[in-house]
């Protein structure tokens, strides 16, 4: 496959911005080799900037359940566009769309919109410290929730692929107040929060971990996590920036039935768009500014562009059947991927759950950060390159979360297995 203009613009890129990309993950450090640049999308497909057509896992990693170009997403950014696509002033979409995330996740008692996931991670995490007046904050190791300097610790994903440990640039005293345990063991959240009795604020969590390759929870995991904070008197955030409107329609937290007292969104809720929300309890999110003392402000929040498209995925995501799809459609790429590396013995561990597969070339199960790491990565790179070559673009990197939208049918799944045979006997 000759992906040469993609080669030379990247060399161009290179010039320009550090490590030629906007965010490290896409500079393919952990698979060797130069980015493909895409010049349009449609549907399940890709293109790249030499003409070449991929089948599409990555989908902006997560945020279009609906395949690119949707028609009524495009529609509806374009009649926002025509409205006027900035006021720095209220707008009816935010209420629609507001409305909406708190009837789709009962949790959501109030709402705020920002612009990433990032923002709504380091928002939310500075209203929990404010609400419970206590500093340190429990995370886990391999989870990853935005770039803000205090969750810059034992981050997962990018930070991982580039094996990065931590940032420089990050002042001891901003991760100082953030405790590690490890996904799915919650002997080490309990020995943490009674070491730091009375100190934790919250715990945050992704509840089916997305940035270390996609790790579910154990049985119990999420609920014991909701009983020990409730005991300590902690919050309980789930980072729902990647599961929200792709686990299924009320997300991870629906799915496994455990209500959190903050939430946080991005991706899916903006259509393709910048985005990000968090919201949760009432008394708690009484505490923001206008309404209580906690700053929190944003140019561009609440745009209509981004609130417009976020509400024609959601309102696309109402259609009968929608999840059923997206369900199958995750299923069949996770099952290709274990039959065929079953067949061709190759140990390989799968995960799925709602419209999010993820696969790890290991030999045990994979439940957290210490087990995911350890994972083949050299067979991982070999695999994603001879993937793309046959047309199929995966995440760059084994510790991501794959995604299939609502246009990936039955030939995109016949033609990703075709693909696994073939890259699994080379
Ligand atoms: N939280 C989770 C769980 C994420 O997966 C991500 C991004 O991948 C973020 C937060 C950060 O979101 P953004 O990249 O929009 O800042």
Not at 192 to 197: A, C, H, I, M, N
Not at 321 to 332: H, K, V
Not at 359 to 377: E, I, K, L, S
Request: net charge negative.
């Amino acid at each position: 496959m000759n992906t040469d203009t993609s080669r030379k613009l990247f060399e161009r890129a290179v010039e320009l911005m550090p490590g030629g990309v906007n965010s490290p993950v896409r500079a393919y450090r952990a698979v060797g080799g130069h980015p493909l640049f895409f010049q349009r999308g449609q549907g399940a497909h890709l293109v790249d900037a030499d003409g070449n057509t991929y089948i599409d896992y990555v989908l902006s990693w997560g945020p279009l359940i609906l395949g690119h170009a949707n028609p009524a997403v495009v529609r509806a950014i374009g009649e926002a566009a025509r409205d006027g696509t900035s006021f720095g002033a209220p707008c009816t979409a935010e209420i629609e769309l507001a409305d909406r995330l708190c009837q789709a996740m009962p949790s959501l008692e109030r709402v705020r919109m920002v612009n990433s996931g990032t923002e709504a991670v380091m928002s939310a995490i500075r209203l929990g410290r404010a609400f419970t007046g206590r500093s340190r904050i429990i995370k886990f190791a391999g989870c990853y929730h935005g770039h803000a300097d205090a969750l810059l610790a034992q981050a997962g994903s990018g930070v991982a692929t580039l094996s990065l440990p931590d940032s420089p640039g990050v002042p001891a005293g901003s991760v100082q107040d953030t405790l590690i345990a490890r996904y799915n063991d919650i002997a080490s959240v309990e020995s943490l929060l009674d070491e730091y009795r009375g100190e934790v604020a919250l715990v945050i969590v992704e509840p089916v971990a997305g940035n270390m390759g996609v790790v579910l929870p154990r049985p119990g995991f999420l609920q014991a996590l909701r009983e020990l904070t409730q005991a300590h008197d902690a919050l309980l955030l789930f980072d729902e920036v990647l599961t929200g409107f792709r686990v299924g329609p009320g997300g991870a937290q629906a799915h496994y039935g455990v209500t959190p007292d903050l939430t946080t969104l991005g991706k899916v809720i903006g259509g393709g768009l910048p985005v990000g929300a968090f919201g949760g309890r009432r008394d708690i999110m009484a505490m923001l500014a206008p309404e209580g003392p906690v700053y929190q402000a944003g140019t561009l929040s609440g745009n209509p562009l981004a609130m417009r498209a976020g509400l024609a995925t959601l309102r696309a995501l109402e259609a009968p059947g929608t999840w059923d799809l997206l369900e199958r459609a995750a299923t069949a790429a996770r099952d290709a991927i274990a039959e065929e590396a079953a067949a061709h013995g190759v140990p390989v561990q799968t995960a799925q759950v709602g419209s999010i597969f993820g696969f790890f070339f290991a030999d045990g199960p994979v439940a957290d950060w210490d087990h995911a790491r350890t994972c083949d990565r050299t067979r991982y790179a070999a695999f994603f390159h001879a993937m793309l070559a046959q047309g199929v673009y995966l995440a760059p990197s084994p510790f991501e979360a794959a995604f299939v939208s609502t246009a990936h049918g039955e030939a995109e799944a016949e033609r990703l297995r075709g693909a696994v045979r073939v890259a699994l006997a080379g």
